[in-house]
């Protein structure tokens, strides 16, 4: 079998999780790590017998390599997305696709250009519950509303880098999670409305608290609103999702999805079926980019999601 030859870039938390997975798969090889952290890139190269590079310009210009995987910042992706596309390599990045609509537009264009896969992590391509929620949602008509609720204590792993609005962007932005899956079942906005309040914002954007709240009128009719809330006097997190359809409603209680309708409250069924890994979807996407153009619906949610995480406030 051929190898697909890949490229990481990012030396941190995600670009572990990648490797673990890409080494552990047949039909992948780690040509090279670049980072511009020398102790912690040399360090996972040397854990998994790869080349260090420190920059990541050198990365994507490598003939050798079939594809990249960005796991630096927000602030990165969509430099180093675009460079790599330019030079024909298949690209997977950490979310957010771009922190700007014009780079991420452009990315997306580069990629239909040049025949190359862009994929984005968000795990809903690959996920049971969203594709049940997709189907139920769209057996209960019309969407009349849905909300979005996160309120949290703490700060992150590294609120240096988390709480940080040049590195990270705004929480609507770094929280695109939450964002992105109301847009594949709902599809883009036709308008938006945030606002966002920090406690002890510091003159370089960092900051240690924040409430920050998004309202969308969807294109296709409906109201989307979210609101997130961190670093703030609770005691643990707090998560609260629901979708008012015309014909019915569908709610997260406790982890478990119920849909409620006049005929009273059933749970939602999700089926066990095996899914593939957002790793083996984007390597079997790069094995089929060899027949048949990339298909790119996923990017494009991924796009619309930061229209409207990067909207004004
Ligand atoms: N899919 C998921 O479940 C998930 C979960 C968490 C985060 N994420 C996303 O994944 C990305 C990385 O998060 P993480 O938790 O892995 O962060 P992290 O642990 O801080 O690692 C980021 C890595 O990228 C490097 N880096 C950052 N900016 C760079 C630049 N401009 N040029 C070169 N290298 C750069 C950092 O170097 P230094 O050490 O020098 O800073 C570090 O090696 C973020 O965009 C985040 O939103 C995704």
Redesign the pocket.
Known sequence: MTKIKIGI???????RHHLTRFTAMEAAEIVAIA???EQ??TQLAKEHKTAFISE?TRLIEREDIDGVVV???????GEIILAALQTNKHVFV???LASDVGEGEAALKLAEERHCVLRV?H?ESVSNTHKALKQKIGELGDLLLTSFVRLTPGRGA?PE?LFNLPV?GIPAH?FI?HIYPIIDFFGGAASVKKSAAYEGLTENGQYDGFVNTLTVEFKRGGIGQWTWAGGIAINAAEEHERYVLAEGTISDAGGEWHCTTPAGVTPLSIPDSPQSTLQELWLSEIQDAANQPPNLEDAAVALDAIRISLAPE
């Open positions: 870039i990012g030396s941190g938390g995600m670009a980072s511009r952290n912690t890139g990541w796991c630096t910042h927000n602030d990165s992706h950490e979310y957010p992590s795990p590294r880098i990270s770094f999670y």
